[in-house]
Protein backbone atom coordinates (compact mmCIF):
# COMPACT_ATOMS: atom_id res chain seq x y z
CA UNK A 1 0.00 0.00 0.00
CA UNK A 2 1.29 3.61 -1.19
CA UNK A 3 2.41 4.96 2.45
CA UNK A 4 0.66 8.11 1.70
CA UNK A 5 -2.69 5.89 1.72
CA UNK A 6 -1.95 4.26 4.55
CA UNK A 7 -1.68 7.26 6.59
CA UNK A 8 -4.14 8.61 5.70
CA UNK A 9 -6.29 5.21 6.16
CA UNK A 10 -5.35 5.41 10.04
CA UNK A 11 -6.35 8.98 10.46
CA UNK A 12 -9.47 8.79 8.61
CA UNK A 13 -12.54 8.64 11.28
CA UNK A 14 -10.45 11.02 13.83
CA UNK A 15 -9.61 13.78 11.63
CA UNK A 16 -12.83 13.64 9.61
CA UNK A 17 -14.97 13.78 12.74
CA UNK A 18 -12.92 16.74 13.93
CA UNK A 19 -13.11 19.25 11.27
CA UNK A 20 -16.61 20.48 11.78
CA UNK A 21 -18.19 18.10 9.17
CA UNK A 22 -20.51 17.12 12.00
CA UNK A 23 -21.93 20.47 12.56
CA UNK A 24 -25.52 20.80 10.31
CA UNK A 25 -24.62 23.84 8.25
CA UNK A 26 -21.64 22.16 7.40
CA UNK A 27 -22.29 19.79 4.65
CA UNK A 28 -19.95 19.34 1.79
CA UNK A 29 -21.30 19.64 -1.69
CA UNK A 30 -19.53 16.07 -3.00
CA UNK A 31 -19.17 17.24 -6.45
CA UNK A 32 -15.94 16.06 -7.23
CA UNK A 33 -15.54 13.45 -9.68
CA UNK A 34 -13.26 10.50 -8.00
CA UNK A 35 -11.19 8.59 -10.20
CA UNK A 36 -9.24 5.44 -7.72
CA UNK A 37 -7.47 7.60 -5.28
CA UNK A 38 -7.12 10.95 -7.07
CA UNK A 39 -10.29 13.27 -7.48
CA UNK A 40 -10.76 16.70 -9.49
CA UNK A 41 -13.06 19.11 -8.06
CA UNK A 42 -14.38 22.47 -9.79
CA UNK A 43 -14.62 25.08 -7.16
CA UNK A 44 -16.79 27.34 -9.83
CA UNK A 45 -20.01 28.30 -8.46
CA UNK A 46 -18.62 26.76 -4.82
CA UNK A 47 -17.94 29.09 -1.67
CA UNK A 48 -14.61 29.26 0.15
CA UNK A 49 -16.45 27.02 2.71
CA UNK A 50 -17.92 24.17 0.24
CA UNK A 51 -14.10 23.78 -1.46
CA UNK A 52 -12.55 23.31 1.93
CA UNK A 53 -15.38 20.84 2.96
CA UNK A 54 -15.04 18.84 -0.26
CA UNK A 55 -11.20 18.91 0.28
CA UNK A 56 -11.44 17.37 3.44
CA UNK A 57 -14.09 14.84 2.73
CA UNK A 58 -12.21 13.41 -0.03
CA UNK A 59 -8.73 13.54 1.68
CA UNK A 60 -10.16 12.45 5.06
CA UNK A 61 -13.18 10.70 4.76
CA UNK A 62 -12.42 9.09 0.88
CA UNK A 63 -9.13 8.75 1.01
CA UNK A 64 -8.07 10.44 -1.80
CA UNK A 65 -4.12 11.20 -2.08
CA UNK A 66 -4.07 13.69 -5.24
CA UNK A 67 -6.67 16.04 -5.96
CA UNK A 68 -6.36 19.15 -8.59
CA UNK A 69 -8.98 22.03 -7.88
CA UNK A 70 -9.98 23.51 -10.86
CA UNK A 71 -11.03 27.29 -11.31
CA UNK A 72 -10.36 28.41 -7.78
CA UNK A 73 -11.11 31.80 -8.88
CA UNK A 74 -8.85 34.08 -6.34
CA UNK A 75 -10.43 32.82 -3.87
CA UNK A 76 -9.59 33.29 -0.05
CA UNK A 77 -8.73 31.16 2.54
CA UNK A 78 -8.74 27.68 0.76
CA UNK A 79 -6.89 24.62 1.22
CA UNK A 80 -6.22 25.58 4.57
CA UNK A 81 -5.83 23.44 7.79
CA UNK A 82 -5.16 20.02 6.12
CA UNK A 83 -2.82 18.48 8.89
CA UNK A 84 -2.08 15.00 6.53
CA UNK A 85 -0.12 13.89 3.56
CA UNK A 86 -1.56 14.33 0.42
CA UNK A 87 -0.88 16.62 -2.91
CA UNK A 88 -2.90 19.26 -4.23
CA UNK A 89 -2.98 20.71 -7.50
CA UNK A 90 -4.42 24.39 -7.93
CA UNK A 91 -5.11 25.56 -11.25
CA UNK A 92 -5.48 28.95 -11.14
CA UNK A 93 -4.56 31.92 -8.04
CA UNK A 94 -5.70 31.95 -4.90
CA UNK A 95 -6.71 35.01 -2.41
CA UNK A 96 -5.82 35.67 0.74
CA UNK A 97 -4.32 33.18 3.45
CA UNK A 98 -3.92 30.27 0.99
CA UNK A 99 -2.72 26.97 2.12
CA UNK A 100 -2.16 28.36 5.89
CA UNK A 101 -1.88 25.92 9.03
CA UNK A 102 -1.11 23.00 7.16
CA UNK A 103 1.01 20.06 8.33
CA UNK A 104 1.79 17.31 5.79
CA UNK A 105 0.52 18.64 2.39
CA UNK A 106 2.30 19.04 -0.83
CA UNK A 107 0.17 21.71 -2.78
CA UNK A 108 1.34 22.88 -6.29
CA UNK A 109 -0.26 26.92 -7.34
CA UNK A 110 0.03 27.46 -10.92
CA UNK A 111 -0.96 31.01 -10.44
CA UNK A 112 0.07 33.48 -8.19
CA UNK A 113 -1.69 34.31 -4.41
CA UNK A 114 -2.14 37.23 -2.43
CA UNK A 115 -1.46 38.07 1.20
CA UNK A 116 -0.14 35.40 3.64
CA UNK A 117 0.21 32.60 2.12
CA UNK A 118 1.19 28.97 3.64
CA UNK A 119 1.27 30.87 6.87
CA UNK A 120 1.78 28.85 10.13
CA UNK A 121 2.46 25.41 7.78
CA UNK A 122 3.93 23.04 9.82
CA UNK A 123 5.46 20.76 7.40
CA UNK A 124 4.82 20.38 3.76
CA UNK A 125 5.76 21.66 0.52
CA UNK A 126 4.11 24.74 -1.39
CA UNK A 127 4.80 25.49 -4.62
CA UNK A 128 3.85 28.85 -6.57
CA UNK A 129 4.83 29.71 -10.55
CA UNK A 130 3.67 33.08 -10.28
CA UNK A 131 4.02 35.76 -7.74
CA UNK A 132 2.84 36.36 -4.09
CA UNK A 133 1.96 38.96 -1.98
CA UNK A 134 3.16 40.33 0.84
CA UNK A 135 3.61 38.42 4.70
CA UNK A 136 4.12 34.99 2.53
CA UNK A 137 5.08 32.33 4.72
CA UNK A 138 4.16 34.50 8.28
CA UNK A 139 4.98 32.64 11.05
CA UNK A 140 5.99 29.66 8.88
CA UNK A 141 7.67 26.76 11.14
CA UNK A 142 8.78 23.47 8.82
CA UNK A 143 8.95 22.40 5.13
CA UNK A 144 9.51 24.20 1.76
CA UNK A 145 7.81 27.13 0.39
CA UNK A 146 8.94 28.29 -3.40
CA UNK A 147 7.86 31.04 -5.00
CA UNK A 148 9.16 30.83 -8.70
CA UNK A 149 8.44 34.87 -9.39
CA UNK A 150 8.47 37.88 -6.80
CA UNK A 151 7.59 38.45 -3.44
CA UNK A 152 5.47 41.22 -1.20
CA UNK A 153 6.52 43.13 1.80
CA UNK A 154 7.96 40.83 4.92
CA UNK A 155 8.19 38.15 3.97
CA UNK A 156 8.74 35.42 6.34
CA UNK A 157 8.20 37.68 9.42
CA UNK A 158 7.98 35.57 12.44
CA UNK A 159 9.83 32.66 10.92
CA UNK A 160 10.34 29.85 12.82
CA UNK A 161 11.55 27.13 10.61
CA UNK A 162 11.74 25.46 7.53
CA UNK A 163 12.76 27.45 3.99
CA UNK A 164 11.59 30.12 1.74
CA UNK A 165 12.53 30.06 -1.36
CA UNK A 166 12.09 32.87 -4.24
CA UNK A 167 13.09 33.14 -7.44
CA UNK A 168 13.10 37.26 -8.00
CA UNK A 169 13.08 39.66 -6.18
CA UNK A 170 11.64 40.53 -2.29
CA UNK A 171 9.90 43.85 -0.80
CA UNK A 172 10.73 45.52 2.26
CA UNK A 173 11.26 43.59 5.61
CA UNK A 174 11.90 40.52 4.66
CA UNK A 175 12.73 37.90 7.45
CA UNK A 176 11.63 40.63 10.05
CA UNK A 177 11.50 39.34 13.18
CA UNK A 178 12.80 35.82 12.05
CA UNK A 179 13.92 33.41 14.72
CA UNK A 180 14.51 30.39 12.67
CA UNK A 181 14.69 28.94 9.51
CA UNK A 182 16.01 29.87 5.58
CA UNK A 183 15.03 31.84 2.79
CA UNK A 184 16.98 31.93 -0.16
CA UNK A 185 15.85 34.60 -2.56
CA UNK A 186 17.48 34.90 -5.78
CA UNK A 187 16.57 38.59 -7.23
CA UNK A 188 16.79 41.56 -4.68
CA UNK A 189 15.81 42.48 -1.23
CA UNK A 190 14.42 45.41 -0.56
CA UNK A 191 14.73 48.01 2.78
CA UNK A 192 15.34 46.85 6.27
CA UNK A 193 16.39 43.15 5.73
CA UNK A 194 16.30 40.55 8.09
CA UNK A 195 14.89 43.60 11.03
CA UNK A 196 15.33 42.65 14.61
CA UNK A 197 15.51 38.79 13.07
CA UNK A 198 17.05 36.60 16.44
CA UNK A 199 18.23 33.38 14.56
CA UNK A 200 18.42 31.56 11.17
CA UNK A 201 19.70 32.62 7.93
CA UNK A 202 18.94 34.70 4.69
CA UNK A 203 20.53 34.36 1.64
CA UNK A 204 20.31 37.09 -1.33
CA UNK A 205 21.79 36.43 -4.72
CA UNK A 206 20.96 40.44 -5.99
CA UNK A 207 21.45 43.86 -4.05
CA UNK A 208 19.88 44.77 -0.81
CA UNK A 209 18.66 48.03 -0.64
CA UNK A 210 19.23 48.31 3.61
CA UNK A 211 19.76 45.69 6.43
CA UNK A 212 17.30 45.65 9.37
CA UNK A 213 18.16 46.48 12.91
CA UNK A 214 21.19 43.89 13.88
CA UNK A 215 20.92 41.92 10.32
CA UNK A 216 24.77 41.48 9.32
CA UNK A 217 27.16 40.27 6.63
CA UNK A 218 28.31 36.54 7.28
CA UNK A 219 30.57 34.36 5.29
CA UNK A 220 29.11 31.67 3.01
CA UNK A 221 30.52 28.09 3.70
CA UNK A 222 30.51 24.71 2.01
CA UNK A 223 27.46 23.78 3.87
CA UNK A 224 25.85 27.07 2.62
CA UNK A 225 26.14 26.54 -1.08
CA UNK A 226 24.99 22.77 -0.18
CA UNK A 227 22.15 23.40 1.46
CA UNK A 228 21.22 25.91 -1.60
CA UNK A 229 22.44 23.65 -4.48
CA UNK A 230 20.29 20.74 -3.36
CA UNK A 231 17.30 22.81 -2.47
CA UNK A 232 17.23 24.62 -6.83
CA UNK A 233 18.11 20.66 -7.92
CA UNK A 234 14.82 19.46 -5.66
CA UNK A 235 12.51 22.32 -7.67
CA UNK A 236 14.81 22.05 -10.67
CA UNK A 237 15.44 25.79 -10.15
CA UNK A 238 18.35 27.87 -11.99
CA UNK A 239 20.73 29.45 -9.15
CA UNK A 240 22.26 32.59 -9.24
CA UNK A 241 26.12 32.70 -9.71
CA UNK A 242 26.70 33.68 -6.01
CA UNK A 243 24.88 34.17 -3.18
CA UNK A 244 25.39 36.54 0.01
CA UNK A 245 24.43 35.46 3.57
CA UNK A 246 22.98 37.55 6.10
CA UNK A 247 22.42 36.56 10.01
CA UNK A 248 21.70 38.09 13.07
CA UNK A 249 24.72 40.25 15.05
CA UNK A 250 23.24 39.15 18.42
CA UNK A 251 23.55 42.73 19.96
CA UNK A 252 19.65 42.51 20.44
CA UNK A 253 19.88 39.08 22.27
CA UNK A 254 20.67 40.57 25.50
CA UNK A 255 18.22 43.25 25.04
CA UNK A 256 16.53 43.74 28.43
CA UNK A 257 20.15 43.78 30.19
CA UNK A 258 21.10 46.87 28.19
CA UNK A 259 21.29 50.52 29.75
CA UNK A 260 18.75 53.29 28.29
CA UNK A 261 21.82 54.74 26.65
CA UNK A 262 23.05 51.90 24.70
CA UNK A 263 19.07 50.73 23.44
CA UNK A 264 19.35 54.11 22.40
CA UNK A 265 22.83 53.25 20.16
CA UNK A 266 21.58 50.20 19.30
CA UNK A 267 18.15 51.39 18.02
Not at 1 to 10: F, I, V
Not at 192 to 197: A, F, V, Y
Amino acid sequence: MDPMKAEQSSRRTTAYDVRGLAEPDAVAPKTAKVTGDTAELDAAGLTPRQVNLELRRLIYGEGIIEVTLLNPGAMHSLAVGLLTRCRIRIEGSLGYFGCGLIDGPEIHITGRVGWSVAENMMAGVVVIDKNAGSLTGAALRGGDLVIRGQVGARTGIDQKGGTIIVGGTAGSNTGFMMQRGRQIICGDAGHGLGDSMYDGAIYVGGKVASLGVDCVEADMGPEDDELIDRKFGIYDMDRPDSFRKFVCGKKLWNYDNLEPHERKLVL
